[in-house]
């Protein structure tokens, strides 16, 4: 079975530059995630989905960043203008509904974004 | 809220010694808690987790983990090392936040096993 698919892997922008990240969960997986991984430090929540519905984007700076999940299936991410402190990576995960304690999320490999 | 501590940023160990990991979490109500760990440029992979039950809980690659209620840890354990569980690891919290689970993280604890 595929795990969570992410695509780039790599990407080097120039600040004030957007850039999109597109995240495919697994399959029957109803919950995604998008979480922002800084250099040394652990993921953060940027925003979680049920189905179609972003029901915790508190962590999500909406100045400059969006998400979108049509269809209740892949997701996208868009920084628009990238600053220099965006550069991190974006991990991109899924878990099954219902969404109850203790269900394992699995992430992909993430999205690497360097922007200079 | 919830969070969760990794006091050692590094752990050193020898290949075929034991290995540990530390983890302590703070969290309202009952914790589900996780270990995932991450090779260089890879995304994060499930180790284990603690739902329910008994406190020892086993997992991929020979890792095990033990749930303190009385300590509020959750450390990580191998019984020998080895030098390609050299790795970032990182110990997680989870509560049952607005209808949803949602993943707290540790900092990580860099593992290198030398032979």
């Known amino acids: 079975e595929a795990g969570v698919v992410q695509s780039p892997r790599y990407k080097i922008i120039e600040k004030k530059q957007p850039v999109a990240f597109w995240c495919n969960p697994i399959?029957?997986?109803?919950?995604l995630y998008w979480y922002r991984q800084n250099l040394g430090q652990g993921p953060e929540l940027l925003i979680r989905?049920?189905?179609?519905?972003?029901?915790?984007d508190s962590q999500l700076p909406k100045d400059r960043f969006s998400a979108e999940r049509l269809k209740g299936v892949d997701s996208t991410l868009k920084i628009q203008p990238a600053e220099l402190g965006d550069s991190a990576v974006y991990l991109c995960?899924?878990?099954?509904?219902?969404?109850?304690?203790?269900?394992?999320?699995?992430f992909g490999e993430g999205s690497w974004l360097t922007v200079v | 809220a919830q969070s969760v501590a990794q006091p050692e940023d590094q752990v050193n160990v020898a290949e075929g010694n034991p290995l540990t990991v530390k983890c302590t979490y703070s969290?309202?109500?009952?914790?589900?808690l996780f270990w995932y760990v991450q090779y260089p440029n890879r995304g994060l992979q499930f180790l284990l987790k603690?739902?329910?039950?008994?406190?020892l809980v086993k997992g991929s690659y020979g890792f095990e983990a033990e749930f303190n209620k009385s300590q509020t840890s959750f450390h990580l354990k191998k019984p020998s090392a080895l030098v390609s569980d050299s790795a970032l690891y990182f110990c997680a919290v989870s509560s049952f936040t607005g209808g949803g689970n949602k993943l707290t993280f540790g900092t990580g604890t860099q593992l290198k096993v030398e032979l």
């Open positions: 969290v309202s109500g009952n914790p589900y």
């Open positions: 603690y739902i329910t039950g008994d406190n």
């Open positions: 995960a899924s878990s099954l509904v219902p969404a109850a304690s203790g269900n394992t999320i699995y």
């Open positions: 989905y049920e189905n179609e519905e972003a029901v915790d």
């Open positions: 399959s029957g997986h109803n919950t």
